[in-house]
């Protein structure tokens, strides 16, 4: 017995890759666990319109020195309406509009953005105990329905499994089976070998993206208030994005056992702190900007802001680009690495050709 644990334990020392993930990743649950798993929402963004704005204002700057939340008044305008607010909302600028009256005995009515759930709950909380009397209404998700705000999300992770596991474990099958050295003497790029690897994974991605959409809508009647070419527009970015991950990840693993390590030290971040499940608004500093190099985080923005918002396109473009430019250079390291590890067999196997070819 205790020689095989002995083996065992040479075996575990031996292998680096998995040793350190089994230190370093209990140790990274508990700081994300730690810094992010929080619901409590201590920023809020408040625009306020109409004639009475200026009074709201100071009540709503007591309130948060009462309450010790941060409320940021991003604008007030004495000319807005109710469209105008509104608008703002639907385009994501603010998460309360508080809307005023034409006199000062006129009760104000805040305008509370649903879609943002957690921040939604503390806003209506907080305006309870405001020292003026506000009404509230909620926009876009009313009842405050846990499965409109998670159903867009689960979304982003279903194309994350997809585009990180399932394409890593894909090619790195290639490369225990030996195949990769076959393509290595055949007259193929590595971008050619890549995008011919890729395309079922993303056709299959893109399948998966209208099933669980369609069936999220009519099972869990999650609202489609935007236009599906910017869901579309987004899964198909975002898909990139998580692919290039997982060709990243194919190209340092030897083994199947090996990528699906890396593909959940990859994807656990993402679900902790992508905003899927707790509200980036209460993450620390220290902990929220690692979010903002995560592929989920933009395409969570995405999904709730299309179906839930229905926000125009041009309000909402920065996560659009985002993706594009981490999927580019995501894909940009993946393919310079698998260039690299073809290299060396493709020379050996055309050394060993012309060596044959000499010898016959």
Avoid: C, H
Wanted: charge should be negative; avoid cysteine.
């Amino acid at each position: 017995m205790l020689a095989m644990a002995d083996k065992e334990f040479r075996q575990v020392r031996r292998d680096r890759r998995t040793l350190a993930m089994m230190l370093a990743l209990p140790l990274l649950l508990l700081v994300v666990f730690g810094y992010a798993a929080s619901f409590n929402i201590t920023e809020l963004q408040v625009e306020i319109v109409g004639p009475q704005a200026g009074a709201v204002r100071s009540a709503l700057e007591q309130l948060g020195a009462d309450q010790g939340i941060t409320i940021e008044v991003t604008e007030v305008d004495e000319g807005g309406t109710r469209a105008t607010a509104e608008k703002d909302l639907r385009n994501g600028e603010n998460t309360v509009a508080v809307v005023t009256g034409e006199s000062a005995g006129s009760r104000p009515l805040a305008l509370i953005d649903g879609s943002q759930l957690f921040s939604a709950q503390a806003a209506i909380t907080g305006l309870a105990k405001a020292p003026v009397d506000i009404g509230t209404e909620v926009l876009f998700n009313p009842d405050l329905d846990t499965s409109a705000y998670m159903v867009p999300a689960i979304i982003g992770l279903i194309l994350v499994f997809i585009g990180t596991m399932v394409t890593s474990l894909g090619i790195v099958k290639e490369r225990e089976a030996g195949t990769l050295e076959q393509l290595a003497v055949m007259p193929f790029t590595a971008r050619d070998i890549i995008a011919g690897k890729l395309l079922p994974y993303f056709a299959i991605g893109l399948v998966d993206l209208a099933i669980v959409t369609t069936v999220g809508v009519l099972l869990f009647d999650v609202p489609f208030r935007g236009p599906i070419w910017q869901l579309a527009l987004g899964g198909v970015v975002f898909l990139m994005a998580t692919m290039g991950f997982g060709v990243l990840i194919s190209t340092v693993s030897n083994t199947q056992g090996q990528a699906i390590q890396l593909a959940l030290m990859v994807t656990l971040p993402q679900v902790l702190l992508s905003g899927m499940v707790f509200p980036l608004e209460s993450m620390a500093a220290g902990v929220r900007w690692i979010a903002y190099v995560l592929p989920l985080t933009y395409f969570v923005q995405i999904s709730r802001n299309v179906m839930i918002r229905g926000t125009e396109f041009g309000a909402m473009w920065e996560p659009y680009v985002a993706l594009a430019v981490l999927g580019g250079v995501v894909f940009g390291l993946a393919l310079f690495r698998f260039r690299r590890d073809l290299g060396p067999s493709r020379r050996m196997q055309q050394r060993l050709a012309r060596d044959v070819e000499e010898a016959g």
